[in-house]
């Protein structure tokens, strides 16, 4: 999009960071006098939001003993297609792009919550399209609703910690930016945001960063370069996340040996052995589900013989993925998980343009007047979005994370079996941190190359 010498660019932030860490707690981040907590003005409690959003129905107050509820099939179904949809985009923008796209992964759930918080802000066609990528065959309110529902009663116990927060960050020394308040009493209230004030110098990018270094427990630090000069605004989504396998790995479980990447090559590995039931199974593909010690599996799942896993994935919809990963299952199976450890960075913008949101891109045509008012003559879009993950496991379990930066610049108004089943993953597999009782997909990456 051309831009001319008269153009001033607004920019603003959505910062969404799923990372893996032991438990974490939301005080005692450390930010500088010249970051000032607004949250009160925006909250009708004044502090912690302990009442969760009930749209939808079927929630209790935090720590109340929760019931997980709102995950229907079709929300299911059209979470697992944004996830898988968004995995597709994300390896075949990679390998367009000329990286190493054989190791991807995508947590979904930071990128679609990073996102719904940004829909709240857009209006006209540009929400239209946003509406229809993150809640493909349902209505965004449905989507919205199932979707803080199934984010707000996520397990967190002893052996599988999962920690969420929020934050907004606006740019108190500007002239040029009005945000709205009821967006912000929106998110506040409904995404349970911490509402900062700051003034948008080094200082400010350092409490950010600070903050999110809390939220992650030290796993995600100096996420923030720099805070362009005419930054406007941030929305920052942390997750924390780390699990136990319910059963460990004994040390004469793990063995050397190969894997077979999708490029010929060949890798020696730690490979986790273990005999259990729950065998997976679908059309041209088998795998198995290994539990955490609470409220969280992972699954694998392995294409077979002669069909490559890009094959497997290009055929893939998230009604056929929810069926094979939850079906039950009590078949025994020898079972082969290597050890590994992945970091991928991606940029979304053509990702998720692809998928069908231009319009959020395009400078001229972007609609996000429900975040606030520009000065006559300037529009807000978004103009990346940045997505890091990692995910490392072994032995004792598994820790993974994400972190998704959508940025924000405007622009001038232009049956059991006798003998078990053997699924050893020592060539390329699709994987999966799914929730136990919905079994959606909390991280879903593809290994191809170790």
Not at 183 to 200: H, N, R, S
Not at 265 to 292: C, D, I
Not at 366 to 393: E, P
Request: charged fraction near 25%.
């Amino acid at each position: 999009m051309k831009k001319t010498e008269m153009t001033v660019r607004i920019t603003a932030g959505i910062l969404a960071c799923l990372m893996a860490a032991g438990p974490t707690s939301c005080g005692g981040s450390g930010l500088s006098a010249s970051t000032k907590d607004l949250t009160k003005q925006y909250r009708g409690d004044g502090g912690t939001n302990e009442q969760i959003h009930t749209e939808g129905g079927g929630r209790e107050d935090k720590g109340s003993g929760r019931e997980t509820t709102g995950v229907t099939p079709e929300f299911a179904a059209s979470y697992a297609d944004f996830s898988l949809e968004l995995l597709r985009n994300s390896k075949r923008q990679g390998q367009t792009a000329g990286s190493d796209a054989s190791n991807a992964v995508v947590s979904p759930l930071s990128v679609l919550m990073a996102l719904e918080m940004t829909r709240q802000g857009a209006r006209g066609e540009t929400r239209n399209e946003m509406d229809t990528v993150l809640y493909p065959g349902i209505t965004a309110e449905e989507g919205k609703a199932a979707l803080l529902t199934f984010s707000d009663n996520l397990p967190d116990e002893e052996g599988a910690r999962m920690h969420l927060a929020n934050s907004v960050w606006l740019n108190t020394e500007n002239d040029v930016f009005t945000p709205d308040e009821d967006f912000l009493k929106t998110e506040a209230e409904e995404y349970d945001a911490q509402i900062f004030g700051a003034p948008f110098t080094e200082q400010t990018c350092t409490d950010l960063n600070r903050w999110v270094e809390h939220e992650t427990d030290g796993m995600i630090t100096d996420i923030l370069d720099e805070i362009p000069k005419d930054a406007l605004m941030y929305l920052v989504n942390a997750v924390a996340f780390e699990a136990d396998w319910a059963a460990a790995y004994e040390a004469n479980q793990v063995h050397d040996a190969t894997f077979y990447g999708a490029d010929g090559s060949k890798a020696a590995v730690s490979m986790m052995y273990e005999e259990m039931y729950s065998y997976l199974s679908g059309e041209n593909v088998q795998g198995f589900r290994k539990p955490y010690k609470d409220g969280y599996s992972f699954v694998a799942l392995l294409p077979d013989e002669g069909i490559s896993l890009e094959e497997y994935l290009a055929g893939l919809d998230g009604e056929t993925f929810m069926e094979t990963i939850t079906q039950e299952n009590d078949t025994m199976v020898e079972t082969g998980l290597p050890k590994f450890e992945v970091k991928t960075k991606l940029e979304l913008s053509e990702t998720l343009m692809d998928m069908g949101m231009p319009l959020a891109f395009d400078g001229d045509r972007a609609d996000f007047t429900g975040m606030g008012s520009c000065a006559d003559g300037y529009n807000m879009y978004i103009s990346r979005v940045l997505h890091q993950t990692y995910v490392r496991v072994d032995e004792l379990g598994t820790k993974a994370g994400a972190a998704t930066v959508v940025e924000m610049c405007g622009e001038s108004a232009m049956l059991m079996e006798e003998e078990p089943k053997r699924v050893i993953l020592d060539r390329p597999f699709l994987y999966a941190i799914v929730e136990k009782e919905s079994g959606l997909p909390v991280f879903i990456g593809t290994v191809e190359k170790l």
